[in-house]
């Protein structure tokens, strides 16, 4: 019987991870997030939108 194995390279750093959105995603994450504050009336729903538009700001 014979075992295949996949060898890989070792390094002594790990891999850097990759973006999962670009600047533009941010900006049209913020745009949509905009759009719904304007609709929505419950004022805690509303605290959680603002804290999430402020966070991807920092981002672009």
Do not use: P
């Given at each position: 019987m014979t075992v295949?194995?996949?060898e890989r390279p070792?390094?002594?750093?790990p891999q850097?991870?990759?973006?999962?959105?670009?600047?533009?995603?941010f900006r049209l994450l913020r745009t949509a997030l905009t759009s719904y504050a304007r609709?929505?009336?419950d004022r805690e729903e509303l605290a959680k939108?603002?804290?999430?538009h402020h966070r991807l700001g920092t981002y672009c």
């Open positions: 295949m194995t996949e070792t390094s002594a750093e850097r991870a990759r973006a999962l959105f670009s600047t533009a995603d609709t929505i009336e939108i603002n804290a999430l």
